[in-house]
Antibody
């Protein structure tokens, strides 16, 4: 079935940039939309962004639109989240997840372990 | 964006008991509503998709119902491993959203 592994997290000062990577294993991931979800310390889940299987269609939450860019390289089985102009309230664990559709409904069925980003 | 409101925010229950969590959407999401379970330090896990379909491998004591703007997740015969935080999530609109979560702990 494959795996999803995030990397690239760390501590970054406000206003700076950071790129998260999500490496997927298994050749079928290139056929699925991929999403990013984050969770601030002690808080709930927040949907962040998504990209379609061909990287042609992207969506962003209002809180990150204009600052974050999602992209993918199917030849490398990777999805990236470029985060610019980071703010303190972007501090969170960032999860990469696969969208899977069944019975005319879609959910996130494969998740990475998360990558911690601290803006301070 | 579509807002999802879960209730209650937290609840206490006993092993062997039954709990019901509700999720209300700010506008109709048809049946494009999913439920996830999360334990501390781990990634969420999908339990129910399409409002009422049980994800493969999830025990049958979990069930979901609803459509439009009102949904519920019911857990029968609570097991120790069920004490966790549960989230609803809508996939009706292009920008997905989650509910704020419901923490289920031991009474």
């Amino acid at each position: 079935q494959g795996q999803v592994v995030e990397s690239g997290g760390g501590v970054v000062p406000p206003g700076k940039s950071l790129r998260l990577s999500c490496r997927t294993s298994g050749s079928t991931f290139r056929f699925f939309n991929m999403h990013w979800v984050r969770q601030a310390p002690g808080r709930g889940l927040e949907w962040v962004a998504s990209t379609s299987d061909d990287d042609a269609n992207k969506e962003y939450a209002d809180s990150v639109r204009g600052r974050f860019t999602v992209s993918r390289d199917n030849s490398q089985n990777t999805v990236s989240l470029l985060m610019d102009n980071l703010r303190v309230d972007d501090t969170a664990v960032y999860f990469c997840a696969r969208r899977y559709c069944l019975a005319n409904s879609c959910s996130l069925d494969f998740w990475g372990q998360g990558s911690l980003v601290i803006v301070s | 964006d579509i807002q999802l409101t879960q209730s209650p925010s937290s609840l206490s229950a006993s092993v062997g008991g039954r709990v019901t969590i509700t999720c209300r959407a700010s506008q109709s999401v048809d049946t494009h509503l999913n439920w996830y379970k999360q334990t501390p330090g781990t990634a969420p896990k999908v339990l129910i998709y399409g409002a009422s379909h049980l994800q493969s491998g999830v025990p049958a004591r979990f069930s979901g119902s609803g459509s439009g703007t009102h949904f519920s997740l019911t857990i029968d015969d609570l097991r120790p491993e069920d004490f966790a935080t549960y989230y609803c999530q809508q996939s009706s609109s292009a920008r997905w959203t989650f509910g704020q979560g419901t923490k289920v702990d031991v009474k």
